[in-house]
């Protein structure tokens, strides 16, 4: 049951199931919603539920630290914010007193999925923090005594409080689970899309950040990413869910992990060193995923080889090796795209777009307009022999 009430800012605290790794920073983006807040009011109800149903814990911190913090077996009017954290703060920042909320009878793992879905839904959520509230769900329900081996789910401490309800029995079903209420179905492709989101949540934590909105990003994991030339504004990934570029990045991460001397590179770095050589502006989602697959597979045939050279040795000089050709092929053939009007970062036109540059010097042609006429030509006459026409 669901009721709505016009609820105290005192009597609010945030949920730790909400989805939300970093609620607000009072950067600018956020500064706009408060902007926002103040001059049109609130569009949409937060989603609360009574503080006495949390079972694993809250944030209680506020805009005021002195205040005590609240005792659970006593919960005195409290509610937790399941979903709209941020605009419980901006609410605050825009000087409200109350805020209008819908309160629902939730436990822990009800409350976690309220709060993906919901922000899911409203299209709010990076895909890291859908990774991260995906393998809380999965830390809610698997069995204890699940084999977390392989570095395919994340690996979080066991939570210290019963959860009030049942695990499943085996890690499939758990997952079958998911992927039916998350996917809206359980077949092995849903499966596959969960357990990826879960291999994404148990990267280290300044990889996950690759897959951050920016402003979400801590102050440590910009720096980190701009000592190895990766734009900190720019996010990876598809922003709605799971993307191939994270499974590359994971793939590439655990290929390393398996394969690297820990105590002469260390593979979260050698990732990132990665990322930032072989991305380049210009590049699609599909070209950073091919050349970061195309890299792993070189990288490690190298390491394998028996040779006197270093592992540090042998994965910069694969690693310049790629970045060369990257920028090489860009280089030739980003001044003189061939078509203006349409995608550049469709990968038919990433494709064509090279064989045009790569046909226009084959055949010594210096326009676009002369190579078009005699590839046209060409295959008129291509035609005619294969139709017999006269």
Known sequence: MIRRAELSIDSLVVDPMQSREQPWSGDAIDQ?????????????DLIVRPLDAVEMGVTTSTTDSSEEPHDESNPDGKYAIVAGSRRYYAAMEAGYETLP????????????????LENTDRRELSEQEIA????????LIRPRDADDGGGTMATQPEPA????????????????????????????????HIEEHLQTAALPPVLQSLFKNPEERTASERTALDNYGIDTRATLGSGEGKSGTSRAVVALHNTLESELETDSIDPANAVLETVGSLRFEEMSELELRQSLRDFREDVSTALDSESGTTQRDVFSETLQSHSDELQELHEEIEPSRPFKRVDLQGPETQRHSRWHVQAMRSRGIGTHTELARELYHERLETLADEQGWE
């Open 161 to 192: 409080v019963d959860i009030g309800h049942d695990r499943f029995e085996t890690d499939a079903e758990a997952l079958a689970y998911m992927a039916d209420r998350y996917r809206g179905r359980s077949d092995q492709s849903a499966i596959s």
């Open 32 to 44: 706009q919603l408060t902007a926002a807040i103040d001059a049109d009011g609130l569009y949409n």
């Open 101 to 116: 909320c819908k309160v629902m009878q939730a436990d822990d793992l009800d409350a976690a999925w309220t709060s993906l």
């Open 132 to 139: 991260q509230q995906l393998s809380l769900i999965y830390e």
